[in-house]
């Protein structure tokens, strides 16, 4: 049985934690940093969780070998 190809696009923007939920990087980071606050741009540094159930389990499928 061959290996699965990891869709490389999403093997960038997702990783996981150790309990095996999928994070992402916050949008609106990067964009116009200087006309949002400090305390806004410092909650933007962190990593998000996603949420949806279905969009996880897309990523899982997507990203097999992480």
């Known amino acids: 049985m061959p290996k699965q190809k990891t869709h490389r696009g999403a093997a960038?923007?997702?990783?996981?934690?150790k309990t095996g939920k999928v994070k992402h990087k916050q949008m609106n980071?990067?964009?116009q940093v200087h006309l949002k606050h400090?305390?806004?741009t410092?909650?933007?540094?962190?990593?998000?969780?996603?949420?949806?159930a279905s969009e996880a389990r897309t990523i899982r499928k997507l990203v097999p070998y992480k």
């Open 12 to 17: 960038k923007r997702f990783s996981f934690t």
């Open 29 to 31: 980071a990067n964009h």
């Open 38 to 40: 400090n305390k806004r």
């Open 42 to 52: 410092r909650r933007l540094r962190t990593d998000g969780i996603v949420d949806n």
